[in-house]
């Protein structure tokens, strides 16, 4: 079956920690996209890439990094730069344009200890 | 610019009560798609609806019902007979097309409307 794989579910960081979010689509989307979702809070843009080895900053990029090497993997890096990264991490991936909207990953739960 | 509002933050209602979801958008585009998601506690968003600017008839499915009025620029979700499963966070989104001036072909989402119902 198709669909977006986001691993892992719950994830521990300690300050001062760099840590990687991993996200793999086998849907053949061309677009993909990282949204993080703070408790009562909507969804807010990371980074999202529209084409491999090409992506774009969202609205609240800083702290945070990507990469897209391959079609089916957008990464997502939490910095230590990031000074409030506990929240909900959501990938979703899209075929070219948003016009077939969205497919959702399961999300990641980050949390700093 | 885009823009979707979703004025209601959270609603309360008892198991077998209508309630409807209400959803306003803001596009220069004269093409453009809206959709309807479901968050449940486990996170993942469910998609429930994808409707597009040319077909204004109203949608059902089961207890659901979508209402989309291009006059007012509403695209309302009613849910009829409510149950506890209904609990979950819902996002109305519309498509910014991609090749517009300014558009970068992403979704643009409210920001939610919490919905609780209660047995």
């Known amino acids: 079956d198709g669909g977006i794989t986001q691993s892992p579910k719950y994830l521990f960081r300690k300050e001062g920690q760099n840590v990687t979010l991993s996200c793999e689509q086998n849907?053949?989307?061309?677009?993909m996209y990282w949204y993080r979702q703070d408790p009562g809070q909507g969804l807010r843009l990371i980074y999202y890439?529209?084409?491999?080895?090409?992506?774009q900053k969202g609205d609240i990029a800083e702290g945070y990094s990507v990469s897209r090497e391959k079609k089916e993997s957008f990464p997502l890096t939490v910095t230590s730069a990031q000074k409030n990264p506990t929240a909900f991490y959501l990938c979703?991936?899209?075929?070219?344009?948003?016009?077939?909207?969205?497919?959702f990953g399961s999300g990641t739960r980050l949390t700093v200890v | 610019a885009q823009k979707v509002t979703q004025a209601q933050t959270e609603i309360s209602v008892v198991e077998k009560e209508d309630v409807t979801l209400d959803c306003v958008y803001e596009?220069?585009?004269?093409?453009?798609?809206l959709f309807w998601y479901k968050q449940p506690p486990s996170g993942e968003l469910v998609f429930l609806i994808r409707?597009?600017?040319?077909?204004?008839q109203n949608e059902i499915s089961g207890r659901y019902s979508w209402n989309f009025q291009k006059s007012t620029s509403s695209f309302n979700f009613t849910i009829t007979a409510s149950q506890v499963v209904d609990s979950a966070v819902y996002f109305c989104?519309?498509?910014?097309?991609?090749?517009?001036?300014?558009?970068?072909?992403?979704?643009?989402f409210g920001q939610g409307t919490t919905l609780q119902v209660k047995p």
């Open positions: 979703a991936s899209s075929p070219s344009g948003a016009n077939y909207g969205y497919t």
């Open positions: 849907l053949n989307h061309d677009a």
């Open positions: 890439s529209q084409i491999v080895n090409d992506f």
């Open positions: 596009t220069r585009d004269t093409t453009y798609y």
């Open positions: 409707r597009n600017s040319f077909d204004e």
């Open positions: 989104a519309l498509s910014e097309n991609r090749g517009l001036p300014g558009n970068t072909g992403k979704l643009i």
